[in-house]
């Protein structure tokens, strides 16, 4: 009976396995995304410092990247749940 219960319920084992490594690639992208926003964002700040960019310039970009984190930040938080 064990294996008849295997055979029957292959299919819905292997559907379930390639949903979990879809979520695991999504979460694996998320944070391969976000890593590369906090990298942009020291990067920013150095050229703050350094004077390679004015006030205005800095602000703007910050925004932007700090924006971008926060939506990835939410993304994230969907799929976890």
Do not use: C, V
Not at 22 to 50: C, F, K, R, W
């Amino acid at each position: 009976m064990l294996i008849i219960d295997d055979i029957l319920l292959f299919p819905i084992h292997s559907i379930l396995w390639i949903f979990r490594e879809i979520h695991n690639a999504a979460l694996q992208e998320l944070d391969t995304e976000a890593e590369s926003i906090t990298a942009e964002l020291s990067e920013l700040y150095m050229m703050l410092e350094t004077g390679k960019l004015t006030e205005a310039e800095f602000d703007a970009r910050e925004k932007e990247l700090l924006d971008r984190l926060d939506e990835l930040q939410d993304r994230d938080t969907y799929i976890k749940n």
